[in-house]
């Protein structure tokens, strides 16, 4: 079993920066693929970024490619999500998950997530 705590979520303003992490609880962090997704009222929780398990490949969601790097250390057992550039349209909770796997893109894939945390970007 897998715990994930989120956080660094917050009130920003459109053009600055946030830089989330999450720690995984357990000894196997580096076993875990990881991967970031996010979720506004009333759609579907879609996919951001994933980073495999030793950090080797990173996948991004279009809407995330050139502002958003996802990053992790296994030695401190957390993983990141930078997000530089902000837009108003980034404002949504953000989920952290592990997927027991090299690699994964599929939200089907993650078998452990964490409680999320909101991000607010006012323009």
């Known amino acids: 079993q897998v715990q994930l705590v989120e956080s660094g979520g917050g009130l920003a303003q459109a053009g600055g920066s946030l830089k989330l992490s999450c720690a995984p609880s357990?000894?196997?962090?580096?076993?875990?693929?990881m991967g970031w997704f996010r979720q506004v009222p009333g759609k579907e929780r879609e996919f951001v970024a994933a980073?495999?398990?030793?950090?080797?490949?990173?996948d991004y969601a279009d809407s995330a490619k050139g502002r958003f790097t996802i990053s992790r250390d296994n030695f401190k057992n957390t993983v990141y999500l930078q997000i530089n550039s902000l837009k108003p349209e980034d404002t949504a909770v953000y989920y952290c998950a592990a997927a027991n796997r090299r690699r994964a893109t599929r939200i089907i894939e993650y078998e452990f997530w964490g409680q999320g945390t909101q991000v607010t970007v006012s323009s």
């Open positions: 357990g000894r196997t962090f580096s076993t875990y693929a």
């Open positions: 980073i495999s398990r030793a950090g080797l490949t990173t």
